[in-house]
């Protein structure tokens, strides 16, 4: 029964052995090493989706350039009096009339449609800008889950060593008939799940690099991040820094656009409801005098109903909605920069206790359990233990330093400013 044991157990730890080997064997094949300047450079020329916004923006000039065109004059052609009775039977009595007629536009209908047209770029502009941080965000946060991850790995390969070190040791003593066969195969069960935990890793460093590939437009590539912050991380940005300048974060600033592209809105609103101008003039030509005259008209329409006052009252409730969504803004701004800015200090402090006083004191202990265990003077389970607790400890401090750059991120993202370079 034990010998089917421990055949079963060797026959795991070949499988997840190999297949550990090829995925790592995956990941060492084309992998390209990227500073994470160069990544953010590379995305903002690569991106599709920063090209859309491109794309609209220009299309809104091309409207800028329609926004300013006069209307076309009219030409007209008229015949009167032919083909009826008596007298005016044939074409005797028939009168032919050619005239043009202009539209004049009043009440400064052009000039409100060209402001319009400005303003509508100026708030793609806007949109096209917190895509741009979005972007990079969203970059910086890919490219530092891939670090982590990578840092995990080897983290866990460490750990395997270590294990590798202590089955080796219990091997040795189990044939010495010093320990018990069942620590071997306790030694040997706790292999093989950091073997598999290596190996979801590795897959999950595949998912992630495929992200970053895609962000930066450059599919079916394997990239490897240079960063050196994790290891010399840097002091968290003071609160007045971060929150000065409230009115010149992006997400408040293009509420400000969005209330002048309303209020230009209003004046093209204000300007429909002045009637226009249509003047007219031509020549007509009376067969039966054989003869011409010119004829001129001007026609206006009479505001008597319609004064678009409807559509001048809606844009005056949605230019006043502006001011209440902005307040809303700024208190969810706010709100969302304190948020980050605790999580920013937990995870700095704690990332600081463990790099300094609990990671040196945990491979302290470590090394202390591990010379007592070879001595007789501690048990195995006191060495799993001490073991268990340095690698805690370890992946608790890569973990606590990507939700510090995480939280940076946040910060980023809401204000608009740069932390992370």
Not at 63 to 91: C, H, M, R, V
Not at 125 to 145: A, P, Q
């Amino acid at each position: 029964m034990r010998f089917t044991s421990v055949l079963i157990l060797l026959l795991f730890t070949a499988i997840y052995s190999v297949s550990a080997q090829q995925a790592k064997d995956s990941l060492e094949v084309g992998r390209q090493k990227i500073k994470l300047n160069e990544a953010i450079e590379t995305a903002l020329k690569n991106n599709p989706n920063l090209a859309v916004y491109e794309y609209e923006i220009k299309s809104l000039d091309k409207q800028k350039i329609q926004a300013g065109l006069i209307p076309n004059p009219e030409a007209n052609f008229e015949a009167e009096n032919f083909l009826g009775g008596k007298e005016l039977s044939g074409f005797k009595g028939s009168e032919f009339t050619l005239y043009a007629s202009q539209l004049f536009e009043l009440g400064g209908k052009r000039s409100s449609r060209i402001a319009l047209a400005e303003n509508e770029v100026n708030a793609a502009k806007g949109e096209f800008e917190l895509r741009k941080i979005e972007l990079i965000s969203n970059v910086k946060e890919t490219f530092f889950n891939l670090y982590r991850i990578l840092k995990q790995i080897e983290l866990q390969k460490k750990f395997i060593k270590l294990n590798e070190d202590i089955l080796s040791t219990i091997v040795k003593q189990v044939k010495a008939g010093k320990t018990s066969p069942a620590e071997e195969s306790k030694v040997k069960v706790a292999l093989i799940n950091s073997r598999i935990e290596l190996d979801r890793l590795q897959r999950e460093s595949l998912s992630a690099s495929s992200t970053l590939s895609s962000l930066l437009g450059t599919t079916a590539k394997r990239y490897e991040p240079v960063f050196d912050f994790y290891e010399n991380i840097f002091s968290p940005p003071d609160r007045e820094d971060v929150i000065a300048g409230l009115e010149e974060i992006p997400l408040i600033k293009i509420i400000e656009t969005e209330k002048v592209l309303r209020a230009a809105r209003l004046e093209l609103e204000k300007s429909q409801a002045v009637p226009d101008l249509t003047v007219s003039g031509g020549v007509r030509y009376l067969r039966e005098l054989n003869t011409h005259s010119f004829v001129a008209g001007i026609s206006i329409p009479l505001p008597f109903f319609n004064r678009n006052q409807g559509n001048i009252q809606s844009a005056e409730v949605l230019l006043r909605q502006v001011d209440e969504i902005k307040k809303a803004s700024k208190l969810l701004v706010i709100s969302k920069i304190n948020s980050s800015l605790n999580n920013l200090l937990s995870a700095f402090n704690n990332s600081t206790r463990l790099k300094n006083e609990i990671i040196p004191q945990s491979e302290k202990a470590y090394e202390i359990t591990r010379q007592g265990y070879l001595q007789g003077r501690f048990a195995f389970i006191d060495l799993l233990d001490a073991q268990r607790t340095l690698f805690d400890a370890e992946a608790q401090y890569w973990l606590e330093l990507a939700d510090y750059y995480k939280s940076l991120i946040e910060l980023e993202n809401l204000t608009g400013k740069t932390f992370i370079k």
